[in-house]
């Protein structure tokens, strides 16, 4: 496809700052409007200069001398007012990160902000995005779902942040590191129990695009027998199963410790009742300690 063959009868965009969805992985996944917008905007950012520039060299878009400004986490504060001004002049800036949507875990978000506190129009060229593409081959719950980011690097910080998910009655989506990705899963296994549904994508829309499905621990023992590389998308299923009000906590923990220790009985109520370890393990002490 060539630059002639989607912007011959294209209309110019309107003025205003122009978010591009670009590929995750396969070149030709990008629509014609964000092909008509990297051809005719007067100027472009990137998350990733070279990233774009490929990309438009793969489609046939020359640059034509137009600025192509780099526009990252960590140069925000010095690229954001070149943006700003070229907006005010009335023209038409796109913006693309290196892969998927912008501002789904991509830069963005204060660029956005500021061209609408300035009173600019912002438009979104809507596209490839990882967490729809996990979500869509998932075989998992659609109707509902929270894309949760990245979790926390530590341990101790990632089991806080994911038992504030444990009720969500929701798909939950997480990006990882392929480095990590076992130690997340060790964690949502005793966070929400290792028989809740997951699925593990990794190199979507790539060349070695591959989806594994099972419970959080079946897809533990996979990582161990075949370790994985690459982009990581996690998916988990919502809780199943009859809702449990305190006192069923309560009462079930209270049979348990008549007959086991409290680190065991929290275990094996936090299991049947699909609830995180850590909570329930502190209302065990709390009820042991009230009984003493």
Not at 90 to 103: I, Q
Not at 185 to 196: N, S, Y
Not at 260 to 266: F, G
Request: hydrophobic share 45%; with cysteine; aromatic share 6%.
């Amino acid at each position: 496809m060539t630059a002639q063959a989607f912007g011959g009868g294209a209309r110019k965009p309107a003025p205003g700052l122009h978010f591009l969805a670009t590929p995750i992985g396969a070149a030709r996944d990008i629509t014609l409007r964000a092909l008509d917008i990297l051809q005719m905007a007067d100027v472009l950012a990137a998350e990733d200069t070279r990233t774009l520039r490929h990309l438009m060299e793969i489609h046939g878009i020359a640059l034509n001398g137009r600025p192509l400004i780099a526009y990252h986490d960590h140069n925000g504060e010095q690229a954001r007012p070149r943006l700003l001004a070229a907006l005010a002049e009335g023209k038409v800036v796109g913006y693309a990160s290196e892969a998927g949507t912008p501002l789904v875990a991509d830069p963005g978000f204060q660029l956005g902000r500021a061209a609408i506190a300035a009173g600019h129009p912002v438009f979104a060229a809507p596209g490839p995005s990882a967490v729809l593409a996990a979500l869509t081959v998932s075989g998992l719950p659609s109707d509902r779902f929270l894309f949760a980011g990245f979790p926390p690097n530590t341990q101790t910080a990632r089991r806080k942040w994911l038992s504030e998910m444990a009720d969500l009655q929701a798909t939950v989506i997480f990006y990882e590191s392929p480095k990590r990705v076992a130690a997340m899963l060790a964690d949502l296994a005793e966070t929400f129990g290792p028989d809740r549904p997951a699925v593990l994508c990794r190199e979507l829309t790539k060349r070695f695009e591959e989806v594994r499905r099972g419970s959080v621990a079946e897809l533990i023992e996979g990582l161990q027998t075949a370790p994985i590389k690459g982009e990581i998308v996690v998916l988990l299923d919502r809780p199943h199963g009859p809702r449990v009000g305190p006192e069923d906590i309560d009462t079930a923990l209270r049979d348990r410790l008549s007959r086991m220790r409290v680190k065991d009985a929290a275990t094996e109520v936090a299991q049947a009742f699909g609830l995180p370890r850590r909570d329930v393990y502190q209302r065990a002490l709390a009820l042991d300690h009230d009984d003493d």
